[in-house]
């Protein structure tokens, strides 16, 4: 054994020889409890698989073994684009949570004047257009998993302008061995099986020694939908349903084609005692009749009109399972789609809750995502030196739109009942001040107003206070203006 084999086997004692390593190869020629032994000594990065017993990614080396793989992935996109195309209840219901989840524009808004014009400045971009791009980019999100936005930083001013790759060019997506949530890399397809641009995941700087230390830095924007934490790549929010929708359109669309037949008929004649070639020589002279035309015969001849029967309830009761299956499975009501009536109205103000609840938890995803995005453009101008470090940490908050319109008739409804309860509580001594004001205060956030209960309790005894002396002063004049007359 050379000194170089003796510091190895310092430095790793549990490293082995390739000799040693053909040695347990050999084993597994022997018994089962042998071979099973070699196996699990045998290093994994040593690759040896004789059996084909283990599982090898063909793009490569994959930390995450939760990922579709790439064949399923892309034909996973390719599915989702052409059923977009294709199918009217998939492009109905990505359209819809669309609406819903920015149905107003979004505002920003900061305490900073500097930050507030760079990023109305990068919001407005011609390029960018973000009151445009940024719905639909979710979206897409949706149909797809993920998204991939690269950027573009002007080195002068720090301004940020997003780009858009179809995710359906992605090759791969490294993440860090150590923390599978963490994206570390994206690589794209490049043209006719060249490779493609890598991309940095935007992420925090934290190497100490650089100059943008705590900034976000990279090359692109990556979010992904639907998958395990441990796996990289997204999936498209219809991956379970894209066969219920192509089969039940198929099916509503095999119905019309049917229902052509219930427009048409057939004469179906009767004709007594006559052999087939009186037969024959009877249709010859007699065709089928015009409408509107006459037609004569004897008690001999019998004209019916037969069409065929579709059985149109079993057809309905077939479309309303498959229907009602893929709302259930979106989280939507069926009034949602294709119904009304006041029976519908009323299953839609009853359980409408529980689909917004699933909107309100899309529409924070996208408003981190968006977070994210304003403030890589905040960091990079302050790496450019446009914006000072101490503008840039009064920060910026962004408002989503409000997705469930609340129905203040109910409320403005209630109030009065519950002033009067809540008077009574205090006045009682059941609850103290303090407490009845924050009640009163969270009962009126539901108008749109935020409420401070201990700052508005403070006013009303200023106040409180104020008419009291205006009152001492009112008295104090009074009982002046009659000592005068008295004198």
Same mark, same amino acid.
């Not at 359906?168 to 043209?191: C, H, Y």
């Not at 119905?255 to 004649?269: G, H, Q, S």
């Given at each position: 054994?050379?000194?170089?084999?003796?510091?190895?086997?310092?430095?790793?004692?549990?490293?082995?020889?390739?000799?040693?390593?053909?040695?347990?190869? #050999?084993?597994?020629?022997?018994?089962? $409890?042998?071979?099973?032994?070699?196996k699990?000594?045998?290093?994994?990065?040593?690759?040896?698989?004789? =059996?084909?017993?283990?599982?090898r990614?063909?793009?490569?080396? #994959?930390?995450?073994?939760?990922?579709? %793989?790439?064949?399923?992935q892309a034909?996973?996109?390719?599915?989702?684009y !052409?059923?977009?195309?294709?199918?009217?209840?998939?492009?109905?219901?990505?359209?819809?949570?669309?609406?819903?989840? @920015?149905?107003e524009?979004?505002?920003?808004e900061?305490?900073?004047?500097a930050?507030?014009?760079?990023? *109305?400045?990068?919001w =407005?971009?011609?390029?960018?257009?973000?009151?445009?791009? @940024?719905?639909?980019?979710?979206?897409?999100?949706?149909?797809?998993?993920? *998204?991939?936005?690269?950027?573009?930083?002007?080195?002068?001013?720090?301004?940020v302008?997003?780009? !858009?790759?179809?995710?359906?060019?992605?090759?791969?997506?490294?993440?860090n061995?150590?923390?599978?949530?963490?994206?570390?890399?994206?690589? %794209?397809?490049?043209?006719?099986?060249r490779?493609?641009?890598?991309?940095?995941?935007?992420?925090?700087?934290? =190497?100490?020694?650089?100059?943008?230390?705590?900034?976000?830095v990279?090359?692109?924007?990556?979010? %992904?939908?639907?998958?395990?934490?441990?796996?990289?790549?997204?999936?498209?929010?219809?991956?379970?349903?894209?066969?219920?929708?192509d089969?039940?359109?198929?099916?509503?669309?095999? &119905?019309?084609?049917?229902?052509?037949?219930?427009?048409?008929?057939?004469?179906?004649?009767?004709?007594?005692?006559?052999?087939?070639?009186?037969?024959?020589?009877?249709?010859?002279?007699?065709?089928?009749?015009?409408?509107?035309?006459?037609?004569?015969?004897?008690?001999?001849?019998?004209?019916?009109?037969?069409?065929?029967?579709?059985? #149109?309830?079993d @057809?309905k009761?077939?479309?309303?399972?498959?229907?009602?299956?893929?709302?259930?499975?979106?989280?939507?009501?069926?009034? $949602?789609?294709?119904?009304?009536?006041?029976?519908?109205? /009323?299953?839609?103000?009853?359980?409408? *809750?529980?689909?917004?609840?699933?909107?309100?938890?899309?529409?924070?995803? !996208?408003?981190?995502?968006?977070? &994210?995005?304003?403030?890589?453009?905040?960091?990079?101008?302050?790496?450019?030196?446009?914006?000072?470090?101490?503008?840039?940490?009064?920060?910026?908050?962004?408002?989503?739109?409000?997705?469930?319109?609340?129905?203040? /008739?109910?409320?403005?409804?209630?109030?009065?009942?519950?002033? /009067?309860?809540?008077?009574?509580?205090?006045?009682?001594?059941?609850?103290?001040?303090?407490?009845?004001?924050?009640?009163?205060? &969270?009962?009126?956030?539901?108008?749109? !107003?935020?409420?401070?209960?201990?700052?508005?309790?403070?006013?009303?005894?200023?106040? #409180?206070?104020?008419?009291?002396?205006?009152?001492?002063?009112?008295?104090?004049?009074?009982?002046?203006?009659?000592?005068?007359?008295?004198?």
């Amino acid at each position: 054994m050379s000194w170089r084999e003796k510091a190895a086997r310092i430095l790793a004692p549990r490293l082995r020889t390739e000799d040693e390593i053909r040695s347990q190869m #050999a084993a597994e020629q022997g018994p089962a $409890w042998e071979r099973e032994r070699a196996k699990a000594d045998i290093p994994i990065s040593v690759g040896y698989d004789p =059996n084909n017993e283990g599982y090898r990614r063909l793009s490569g080396q #994959a930390i995450s073994q939760r990922d579709l %793989t790439p064949m399923v992935q892309a034909r996973m996109q390719e599915i989702a684009y !052409y059923m977009y195309d294709t199918s009217g209840f998939l492009r109905r219901a990505a359209h819809m949570d669309r609406s819903f989840l @920015f149905s107003e524009p979004i505002e920003i808004e900061s305490d900073s004047e500097a930050v507030l014009e760079i990023l *109305q400045r990068f919001w =407005n971009d011609p390029e960018n257009q973000m009151d445009l791009n @940024f719905p639909e980019w979710c979206m897409w999100c949706g149909i797809l998993g993920e *998204q991939l936005w690269p950027v573009e930083v002007n080195s002068a001013n720090g301004h940020v302008r997003l780009l !858009y790759r179809d995710p359906s060019e992605i090759k791969d997506v490294w993440v860090n061995p150590l923390n599978v949530l963490q994206r570390m890399q994206v690589e %794209t397809m490049g043209a006719v099986g060249r490779p493609g641009p890598k991309y940095a995941v935007i992420r925090p700087d934290w =190497n100490i020694r650089s100059k943008t230390y705590g900034r976000l830095v990279g090359d692109c924007f990556f979010m %992904t939908l639907n998958h395990p934490p441990n796996a990289a790549r997204g999936r498209s929010d219809y991956l379970t349903l894209f066969d219920w929708f192509d089969g039940l359109e198929r099916y509503a669309f095999n &119905y019309l084609e049917r229902a052509e037949f219930m427009l048409n008929f057939v004469w179906d004649v009767m004709l007594k005692g006559m052999n087939e070639e009186q037969i024959r020589t009877w249709l010859r002279d007699n065709p089928a009749p015009e409408p509107g035309s006459v037609r004569a015969h004897n008690e001999n001849v019998e004209w019916s009109a037969v069409s065929p029967e579709l059985k #149109a309830p079993d @057809f309905k009761s077939g479309y309303d399972l498959g229907k009602s299956f893929i709302m259930g499975s979106l989280g939507r009501p069926d009034s $949602w789609f294709g119904e009304g009536g006041k029976a519908y109205q /009323t299953e839609a103000d009853i359980f409408g *809750q529980v689909p917004i609840k699933d909107l309100d938890q899309r529409q924070l995803f !996208y408003k981190h995502k968006l977070i &994210y995005v304003l403030q890589f453009q905040v960091d990079q101008a302050v790496i450019a030196g446009r914006l000072s470090p101490a503008e840039a940490e009064k920060g910026f908050r962004v408002q989503m739109p409000e997705i469930s319109k609340r129905d203040l /008739t109910k409320l403005v409804n209630g109030i009065p009942q519950l002033s /009067t309860a809540l008077s009574l509580a205090s006045q009682e001594g059941w609850m103290s001040r303090e407490t009845t004001a924050m009640m009163w205060a &969270y009962v009126s956030s539901y108008l749109g !107003y935020a409420i401070d209960a201990k700052a508005e309790i403070e006013k009303t005894k200023d106040e #409180a206070k104020d008419r009291d002396m205006e009152d001492y002063l009112a008295r104090e004049r009074a009982a002046a203006a009659r000592q005068k007359i008295v004198d």
